[in-house]
T-cell receptor
């Protein structure tokens, strides 16, 4: 049972335009949501996160939106740059368990930014 | 220093071999994690250590044996693996009192022949 879903395996966007990556989740116990970016031959790198008490968090070119009623979140990248080409993973975490985080990842979306 | 290092980068082992994967961080993080990632799949949590004690085991087969000898090191001992265990093994660490990012290492690409 996939608790975190990224239904688009790939996305291609022109440089300078907006990239929108989507993520849906099923578990209402998830309390915190994160986006990670992964280049080939590297581990995932944390990008941005949002707590369930917020509906928007912005960090430079990256904004994450959370719609709790729809159990949906999205990552907006604007303007998109060639260096943004990577695989993006959505992840969700329930409340702290014994002080450590348990992250559940989506399948990932491969974003390609075309010059 | 926000780096998590993992050795080796690549490992090929037979089904009767015993090998170990190593992970190290010097960020003072007291939670450390092992994930397994198959091709075109998301990372899947295997083990979590909090204060050097195993706190979560996601029903991982006993042929995988984690060890946390101190707050900076995390090992994964491998024995009698199967070809389907071939995957990228990722280590991560995080602070315990903040529900935010985990820092990942680059992973060890394991091939079981």
């Amino acid at each position: 049972d996939q608790q975190v879903k990224q239904n688009s395996p790939s996305l291609s966007v022109q440089e300078g335009r907006i990239s929108i990556l989507n993520c849906d989740y099923t578990n209402s116990m998830f309390d915190y949501f994160l986006w990670y970016k992964k280049y080939p031959a590297e581990g995932p790198t944390f990008l941005i996160s949002i707590s369930s008490i917020k509906d928007k968090n912005e960090d430079g070119r990256f904004t994450v939106f959370l719609n709790k009623s729809a159990k949906h979140l999205s990552l907006h990248i604007v303007p998109s740059q060639p260096g943004d080409s990577a695989v993006y993973f959505c992840a969700a975490s329930p409340l702290l368990i014994q002080g450590a985080q348990k992250l559940v990842f989506g399948q990932g979306t491969r974003l390609t930014i075309n010059p | 220093d926000t780096e998590v290092t993992q050795t080796p980068k690549h490992l090929v082992m037979g089904m009767t071999n015993k090998k170990s994967l190593k992970c190290e961080q010097h960020m003072g993080h007291r939670a450390m994690y092992w994930y397994k990632q198959k091709a075109k799949k998301p990372p899947e949590l295997m083990f979590v250590y909090s204060y050097e004690k195993l706190s979560i085991n996601e029903s991982v087969p006993s042929r995988f044996s984690p060890e946390c000898p101190n707050s900076s090191l995390l090992n994964l001992h491998l024995h009698a693996l199967q070809p389907e265990d071939s995957a990228l093994y990722l280590c991560a660490s995080s602070q315990l009192d903040r529900v935010d990012e985990q820092y990942f290492g680059p992973g060890t690409r394991l091939t079981v022949t």
